[in-house]
């Protein structure tokens, strides 16, 4: 009897794996929001406020004359020239980075950071979530002041070994780098570049109502502490979170498990150091500093400690050759993130854009207009992400606009600073904030998710403090 042929059976078809959803590289996100800006100019209409000269000499904008002007849409070869001319916009930023990151490693050279963090470590050991609020105090204080926020990336380098070596993770370091500086920012006492600029357009005494500011600056930090403490429980909890950090910043050399001595020369240049940062305090409050100013001096403080902790100056010039291949990525992103400024004054609509929030913010009820003030301030910083910069575009729009709905000059600055500094380390556009995750080695991605339950937070007690000083009516003291 003849056998049957065995059937043939089908092959199993092979599962293809799922593709996880890969978050862009930031020079991603950042070109896709330059083409956006540039396909915008086709849209948005050219416009033009008449400028005129404000406070120390610095052109602003005259509200009362505003005209449409022929567009000028960005084309293909002014779209390409955008990125490189916003790295030469930005340079004075993308130095000061530079500088700040050559000195930090002329710190680290010379042993002073491997002791600082040491002691650190051995003095809150025993307690160590006590050092969330001592630190977020001390940096926010001193930004509530002199008002630079992009002296997280000072903050930055040190506090990864710190909290490494406490047994947090980098996002730890980065969030009270970060969070401190913000917090600082927003509720700036003395800033120069926010505060006292704006009082000077809304003619008004130059850092006056500090105190209610100081009680915002409180509830800020407060908040920020609380956030990180909860942070800092979920580490306890999740120690792999710890280990993954350990184990991508292990190449830094900061984790010997050792005691570190200096010698004398060590500890005088360690005293150098509080001397050059209180002198940094008093010249940017005194003399104003601006970031080329802050960049030599960053320069100066790592060849002068160096050669006080006994480096060669062939020592020192590697240590900031070494430290300038690190920071690159971060200063390229901030020379990155200013294409699309760029774009926008080329394409003439930035003015056009203020006229049509403005607009906006005018038409709505009187008791939360500051609310209209503190959305389109923070909106208006993703394509302006300065400070300063925004002062002398916005304020004198914002400060007729108050006097118009019936709230105080006061009360539409601090709308403009809260406004301003919430945004500051959300939008991919501020330089100094994506640099400072970068160097963290944080991506964007996790950043954003990290951050922003703490930024729903600031967001309502900006609220609640706007409406309040609405309602009392806070005037200049």
Known sequence: MRAEAPIAQPKPKLQQPKRKFAFPHIYVILLIFVAGMSLASYIIPAGKYERVEGPMGRMMINPEVFTFIDSTPIGLMDFLKAIPQGM????????FTFMIGGAFMVLKDTGIIHFGVDRLTKRFSTNK?????????TFSVITAFIGTPELALVYVPILIPLMIKLGYDKMMAAGVALIATTGGFLSALTNPGTVGLSHQIAELPVYSGAGYRFLLLIAIILSGVVFLLLYAKKLEKNPQLVKQSLKET?????????????TTRQKIAGLVVIIMFFGMIYGVLTYQWDFVTLAGYFLAVGIVVGIVAGLSGNQISESFNKEFRDVLLGAMIIGVAR???????????????????????????????VLGMLATQGLFNFFVPSGSGQ??????IMIPLADIVGTTRQTAILAFQIGDGLSNIIFPTSGYFMATIA??????????????PLLI???LIGCVFLLIAHAIAWGPF
């Open 129 to 137: 979530v006590l050092i969330i609020p001592v630190l977020l105090v």
């Open 391 to 396: 002062a002398l575009i916005t304020m004198p």
């Open 88 to 95: 030469v916009s930005a340079s004075s930023v993308v130095f």
């Open 439 to 452: 160097a963290a080695g944080i991506s964007y991605a996790k950043w954003a998710k990290f951050i922003f």
């Open 250 to 262: 292990a190449s830094k050399h900061f984790f010997e498990e050792k005691s570190y001595e200096i």
């Open 339 to 369: 294409g699309v400024a760029v774009v926008m004054e080329e394409s003439q609509i930035i003015d056009t854009i203020i006229y049509g929030l403005s607009h906006v913010v005018s038409s709505l009820p009187s008791s939360i207009t």
């Open 457 to 459: 937070v600031w967001f």
